[in-house]
């Protein structure tokens, strides 16, 4: 009797530390830390929201901070902003992300960098039927086609400036929505799934670099560009996206930095985030044997919460579209 209990109890402890242990030894890219502390942090959308907060952030761990967005004044605000605050000097770009050569222009004289948070985003949400191609291409351009203006101007140059400089960083501001389809978000989601390529091509192909690629997953966040999404958005559309509550543009800049520092290709800001993060994890890369633990463990159960958020969002839509 006390053999069968050993054997079992052997049994029940030797496959997860088993497990571990494989995992230990196998996951890649292998973990990394990458400062922030006086080095080169050039931030799009850095005038407004997230971008403001996280460029607050830096600038208060002694980053160089570089912002580039359209708008001059509010460019001007956000530097005077974090001039004050912190007493840091920030570089301004007035740029549409859109115009190549501009990009390539301002990056070019902004000088090395060491870490690139692509973060400038639009959104409108509406029903496809009714969306307009301009808005739909748009938003593709701007957040997709955009992102790939930034990394193609910076790429050379982070490449080529690693060794003497040590890890760089790009990070890329997706969303939740870009894990997740939902009502109103076709050509948003469309756009942010779209960077989820990106990233994962990207990280392959500068890794040997010791460039570390983020792709940060925000719920709602409290910013002046999501006061104005707000007021068009389909209300199914924020049934939806309450299923992961809102945030605050400081919490989730200081999830991204996290993020950014320790190397992790898929950040999470809160727990929906986390279960989305498992529920869709696919191939992507994992650094932490610990997380990829908690994903092979938990793979089946997420399935069943997804497949049951599915069944409410459904029921949410039928509902909806039976009152009117
Ligand atoms: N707020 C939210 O609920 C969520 C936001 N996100 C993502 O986070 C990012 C930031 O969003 P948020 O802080 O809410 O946005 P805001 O609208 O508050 O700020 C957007 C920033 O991007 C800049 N920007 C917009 N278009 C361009 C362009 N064509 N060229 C250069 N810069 C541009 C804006 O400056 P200017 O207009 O002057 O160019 C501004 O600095 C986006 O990528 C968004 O998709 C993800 C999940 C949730
Ligand atoms: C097992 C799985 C459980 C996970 C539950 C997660 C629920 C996902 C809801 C999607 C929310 C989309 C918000 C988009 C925010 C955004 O990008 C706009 N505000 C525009 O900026």
Known sequence: MAEVYFSFFSLVLLVPISLLLLLYFIVRPKTVR?????????????????GLALAHL??????????????????EE??????????????????????????????????????????????????????????????IDVNLTGTFHLIKAALPGMKRTRAERGPGSIAI?????????IYGYAAYSASKFG?????????HETITDNIHVSLIFPPDTDTPGFVEEYKRRPQLTSIIAASSGAMKAED??????????????????NLLGLLLSGATAGLSPQRSYLMAFVEITTAGLMRLVALFLQWSWFGSIEKWHAKK
């Open 34 to 50: 990458v400062p922030i502390k006086n080095r080169h942090v050039f931030i799009t959308g850095g005038s407004s929201g997230i």
């Open 78 to 139: 956000a530097k005077q902003a974090i001039k004050l605050a912190t007493g840091r000097d920030v570089r301004v770009f007035s740029v549409d992300v859109r115009d190549y050569d501009a990009v390539k222009r301002a990056v070019e004289e902004a000088g090395p960098i060491d870490v690139l948070v692509c973060n400038h985003g639009v959104y409108m949400p509406q029903e496809l039927v009714d969306q307009e191609m301009e808005e739909i291409k748009f938003m």
């Open 173 to 181: 501001m997706s969303s939740q929505a870009g894990q997740v389809g």
């Open 195 to 203: 960077l989820k390529g990106l990233a994962e091509s990207l990280q």
């Open 252 to 269: 989730v800049a200081k999830k991204s930095l996290d993020g950014i520092q320790s190397g992790t290709f898929n950040v999470n800001c």
């Open 58 to 75: 830096c600038a208060h761990q002694g980053a160089d901070v570089t912002l580039l967005a359209r708008s001059v004044s509010k460019l």
